[in-house]
Each structure stands twice: as structure tokens, then as C-alpha cells.
């Protein structure tokens, strides 16, 4: 029999009609044996679950609906989730998105038959709000995402993650392994960097889903950026937390990766805030953790901010 594939959905706030086209994408898999949890994380109209447990879009899988008692944040709903599923595989799914038909079909013959693969993820196309195709793959969208497969990733993935959440099939006893996610990373780059410890990530180079760009998305290019403090913030201060958090994670062994990363990260903050010749210097000589962010950094910390505003948004508006 084939394996248990545990497609996990965490909702909030949903829009009903993307939803449902979602949870339509499921009932239509061509692989046989699925499960499906959804867990909504406290949405203020609860009542769309109603709607889906009476209306039964997912008719050929069995469905379990959950929801929090107060909001939780995808990090800690999704680890819920993880806690309920049965499955030998998770799949990551969000609540807007379309799958192909064949994506867990693909995903499962690939991670079976590939020796110590733990996660395989997929190219994705990117629709918009009316699914219409803005691009075919990810890497043409954003023209600096480059996909990773193979084992010993942790350099590339601490400093960058190139894993979509929503492409995802992974064992499911690694992510049980890698609990609690760290609260400093969003819960697909956390896992695929914990895997990367213990074996080989596969990608798959087919757009097995639709992602839907909107407003609303948790990611994309400079999410929740739009002045000098807020990159200070999010780019800075999240990535000097994240190393240390990684760095207390008793099962993350790749100590001189973290160290380098660390003096990276220390030095980027003392650019950031003043004009260090020192700190300058040392970002130069560790530039291979990320060239295009140390010279980003190197070349805009001391603009004004105004001008600052200015280049996050053209980068924004151009998917850099």
C-alpha cells in the first residue's frame, strides 16, 4: 500500500472562494492515499468551516477540522498540525494556492526513490488574484531565486532560503525531530535547513502548484521593509537572532558555519547603524556568506532615508 501523505492546511482569515479552489486541487490528487487536517488559527468569521464540512469539497480523503482557541501565528498552528498528522510524509499547504493534480504523485516517486532524501520541493508557477499566470517559475519572477538540491545546504539555506513551504513533501519524522520550530524563522526554512543536517533536499524542477501572489502573502522580496529601521529589523536583527537560535539548537552541529555567520552578522549590524571602517572590512573579507546582500548593505547604509525608501520600492515593484 502506498504510503500516508498528511496534507496539513493552516487558515486564517481566509478567503472562501481561493480556498475552495485550494481544497478542490486536493480532492482531485491522483495519488490514493491522503489525509487531510485543517486547523484554523482563531479567524474572526469561524463560520467558513461550516461551509466546508457541509458543502464536502473533499470527498475522496478523509478531513479532520480543527480550530485554535486563540491565534497562535503559523509557526505554532503548523506545529500543531504536525503533532496531528498520522502520515509517514507532511505536506504544507496554504490556504490560497492551486496544486496540480499530480503533485504529491511526482513528490512521493521522487523522495522514494532517492536515497537519504528527506524534503523534495517543487518550482511553482505564480498566479494572481484572478488566476492568471504572472509567471511560469519562481526563478523568472524573482530573478535572484536560484534552487538548491543536494545534501549539505546549511551554508546556502542559513543565509538564504530558497524552499516554499507550499512545495514541500517531507518525512515526517525529521519535523518531529526539528520541534519546536524556531520563532525566529518562518516554519518552511527552518525545516528544510534542519533536514539539510541529516540528509539530501531534492528539488524537482516542475511547477507543481500555482502559488497566489496578493498583498496578503506572509512572504516575498523585502516583506515588511520599507525604510532604513524597518531593514535594520527585519534583515539584520532577525538574522543575528536566528544564528543565535541555531546556535542553541542541540542538534544543529555545523558550529563554524554558525560562527562565521555570526561575525558576519555582527559586523553587518555595526555598518548598519554608523560608519565603521572595521565592521566595513570585515563584511569585505566574509562576503562569500552573501555577496549580493554585503555589498547591498556596503553601498546604501549611509543614503538618506528618503533615497533608501525609494530603492525598496523599485526593488519591490521589480521582483529583484
Known amino acids: 500500500m502506498d504510503k500516508l501523505v498528511s496534507v496539513i492546511i493552516a487558515t486564517y482569515n481566509p478567503n472562501i472562494i481561493w480556498l475552495e479552489k485550494q481544497l478542490n486541487s486536493i480532492n ?57 498528522a ?17 503533485k504529491i504523485e511526482v513528490l512521493v516517486n521522487e ?30 519572477y524573482r ?59 531534492k528539488f524537482v524542477n516542475k511547477p507543481l502548484i500555482s502559488y497566489r501572489q496578493h498583498a496578503n502573502n506572509q512572504t516575498g522580496v523585502f516583506m515588511n521593509v520599507s525604510n532604513k529601521k524597518d531593514y535594520k529589523i527585519v534583515r539584520i536583527d532577525s538574522f543575528n537572532q536566528r544564528v543565535n537560535d541555531l546556535s542553541n539548537n542541540i542538534y544543529i552541529k555545523n558550529k563554524q558555519e554558525l560562527s562565521i555567520a555570526k561575525k558576519w552578522g555582527i559586523n553587518r549590524k555595526k555598518w548598519w547603524q554608523d560608519f565603521n571602517l572595521k565592521a566595513m572590512v570585515n563584511m569585505m573579507k566574509l562576503k562569500s556568506c552573501d555577496s549580493t546582500t554585503t555589498f547591498f548593505e556596503l553601498l546604501f547604509a549611509r543614503v538618506p532615508n528618503f533615497i533608501f525608501k525609494k530603492i525598496i520600492y523599485t526593488i519591490k515593484n521589480r521582483n529583484l
Open 28 to 84: 482531485n490528487q491522483t495519488y490514493s492515499n491522503i489525509e487531510v487536517i485543517l486547523l484554523d488559527d482563531c479567524s474572526i468569521h469561524e463560520k467558513y468551516l461550516d461551509i466546508i464540512e457541509i458543502t464536502g469539497i473533499i470527498k475522496g480523503f478523509s478531513v479532520r477540522i480543527y480550530r485554535n482557541d486563540v491565534n497562535l501565528g503559523s509557526n505554532k498552528t503548523f506545529e500543531k498540525l504536525v503533532n496531528l
Open 86 to 102: 498520522s502520515g509517514d510524509y507532511i505536506a504544507f499547504c496554504d490556504q490560497d494556492d492551486i496544486w496540480s493534480d499530480v
Open 143 to 201: 530573478k535572484r531565486h536560484v534552487f538548491f538540491e543536494g545534501e549539505d545546504l546549511f551554508k546556502q539555506l542559513i543565509y538564504r532560503n530558497f524552499v516554499v513551504g507550499c512545495t514541500i513533501l517531507v518525512k515526517k519524522d525529521i519535523v518531529l525531530k526539528s520541534l519546536p520550530f524556531v520563532e525566529s524563522m518562518v516554519h518552511d526554512h527552518y525545516i528544510a535547513l534542519f533536514a539539510s543536517c541529516f540528509g539530501n533536499i
Open 111 to 140: 523522495i522514494e526513490n532517492s536515497p537519504n532524501t528527506l524534503l523534495v520541493y517543487s518550482d511553482m508557477k505564480i498566479i494572481d488574484d484572478n488566476d492568471n499566470v504572472i509567471s511560469n517559475s519562481m526563478s523568472t
